[in-house]
């Protein structure tokens, strides 16, 4: 099928993205904004052929697919209501920010003659590919150990904004730094398969005057007995975004701030290849991708499935911070 008409749910930031992307890749696709009338208006709503209110609105005009990209509480009653309707769906993480009718929307979507995708963005980015390739290459040799880091300084995160009143800060709207950073934990499970096991501490450090977790320090144990550490938080001053891993044969370390994978081996010269891409790239790569899925039938890079996990995984790190035990996912 050709896709003519595509819907946007929510015209925060990452919305703003699609929309901006959407007409540049695909300029003659129709483009109905789903707002809630909330927010203020924006400039970017000249972009679109209709603004309307409601996803029964929206229906009227016989959207083909949707990007759901409003704030993690509303994704799964808004998924089942447009898969119903038998809309294509690329749902932004996290895919939601509890388990309750997670059953129900993968019974509705298994259901329903449509490709549903989460946005988990760095799976398209170059040099988290090639780290991939070089896991399950014999170059590295057995892995031994995962080091994972994320951190950065929230209220940098967009200029111009009351950081305390976005998404990102606020409990009510699926705030916090493991549904804002779990494209970490999406990456784990992509590179090394779904952990076993999880040991977890979460903690409000009180400096930003928030009302959600701003720091997560997890050890995890893959299917493969090896540990791993993670530490995710948004108080750093000086950014980082990396994935050390130790191994038999040296050091292999993706650096998705310098867009860079480092290969130490134990003898021999450290190799360092360095990808020439900006920002929009991985965006656009994710939304050629999902209209290659509903144009040609294709199956999504990441999955309705994929999504479940990390939501599994938030919900396992929360109860082991809880109940101050490993506990099992």
Same mark, same amino acid.
């Given at each position: 099928?050709?896709?003519?008409?595509?819907?946007?749910?929510?015209?925060?930031?990452?919305?703003?993205?699609?929309?901006?992307?959407?007409?540049?890749?695909?300029?003659? #696709?129709?483009? =109905?904004? /789903?707002?809630?009338?909330?927010?203020?208006?924006?400039?970017?709503? &000249?972009?679109?052929?209709?603004?309307?209110?409601? #996803?029964?609105?929206?229906?009227?005009?016989?959207?083909?697919?949707?990007?759901?990209?409003?704030?993690?509480?509303?994704?799964?009653?808004?998924?089942?209501?447009? @898969?119903?309707?038998?809309?294509?769906?690329?749902?932004?993480?996290?895919?939601?920010?509890?388990?309750?009718?997670?059953?129900?929307?993968?019974?509705?979507?298994?259901?329903?003659?449509?490709?549903?995708?989460?946005?988990?963005?760095?799976?398209? &980015?170059?040099? *988290?590919?090639?780290?991939?390739?070089?896991?399950? $290459?014999?170059?590295?040799?057995?892995?031994?150990?995962?080091?994972?880091?994320?951190?950065?300084?929230?209220?940098?995160?967009?200029?111009?904004? &009351?950081?305390?009143? =976005?998404?990102? *800060?606020?409990? !009510? %709207?699926?705030?916090?730094?493991? !549904?804002? @950073?779990?494209?970490?934990?999406?990456?784990?499970?992509?590179?090394?398969?779904?952990? =076993?096991?999880?040991?977890?501490? %979460?903690?409000?450090?009180?400096?930003?005057? #928030?009302?959600?977790?701003?720091?997560?320090?997890?050890?995890?144990?893959? !299917?493969?007995?090896? $540990? *791993?550490?993670? +530490?995710?938080?948004?108080?750093?001053?000086?950014?980082?975004? /990396?994935?050390? @891993?130790? =191994?038999?044969?040296?050091?292999? #370390?993706?650096?998705?701030?310098?867009?860079?994978?480092?290969?130490?081996?134990?003898?021999?010269?450290?190799?360092?290849?360095?990808?020439?891409?900006?920002?929009?790239? /991985?965006?656009?790569?994710? %939304?050629?991708?999902?209209?290659?899925?509903?144009?040609?039938?294709? +199956?999504?890079?990441?999955?309705?499935?994929?999504?479940?996990?990390?939501?599994?995984?938030?919900?396992?790190?929360?109860?082991?911070?809880?109940?101050?035990?490993?506990? *099992?996912?």
């Amino acid at each position: 099928m050709q896709l003519n008409r595509i819907a946007i749910v929510g015209l925060g930031s990452i919305g703003k993205r699609h929309l901006r992307l959407i007409k540049e890749i695909r300029p003659n #696709i129709e483009v =109905t904004l /789903i707002r809630s009338g909330v927010g203020p208006s924006s400039p970017e709503e &000249d972009m679109v052929e209709r603004v309307v209110f409601s #996803i029964d609105e929206a229906l009227k005009y016989g959207i083909d697919a949707a990007i759901i990209s409003s704030p993690a509480p509303f994704h799964v009653e808004q998924s089942i209501r447009l @898969l119903k309707a038998g809309v294509h769906l690329l749902i932004e993480k996290p895919l939601s920010d509890r388990l309750d009718n997670l059953d129900n929307l993968v019974r509705v979507a298994n259901e329903s003659n449509t490709k549903v995708m989460v946005g988990y963005v760095l799976r398209y &980015d170059p040099a *988290a590919i090639e780290f991939k390739k070089m896991i399950e $290459s014999d170059e590295i040799g057995a892995l031994m150990h995962i080091n994972i880091e994320c951190g950065s300084y929230l209220p940098d995160w967009r200029p111009g904004h &009351d950081y305390k009143k =976005t998404v990102s *800060a606020l409990s !009510n %709207l699926g705030g916090g730094v493991l !549904n804002e @950073l779990s494209h970490e934990l999406d990456y784990f499970h992509w590179f090394f398969g779904k952990p =076993t096991f999880v040991f977890s501490r %979460l903690k409000n450090s009180k400096t930003l005057e #928030i009302d959600v977790e701003d720091q997560a320090d997890m050890l995890f144990t893959t !299917n493969s007995d090896i $540990s *791993a550490v993670m +530490q995710i938080d948004f108080n750093r001053r000086h950014p980082v975004r /990396i994935c050390t @891993l130790q =191994t038999t044969k040296g050091e292999l #370390i993706w650096n998705a701030g310098e867009k860079s994978v480092e290969w130490s081996p134990s003898s021999g010269k450290t190799k360092k290849e360095i990808f020439d891409f900006n920002r929009d790239y /991985i965006y656009k790569e994710q %939304l050629e991708h999902f209209i290659d899925c509903v144009e040609n039938n294709i +199956q999504p890079m990441v999955t309705l499935h994929d999504g479940v996990v990390v939501v599994k995984m938030i919900d396992s790190i929360r109860k082991s911070n809880l109940e101050r035990k490993m506990v *099992a996912l």
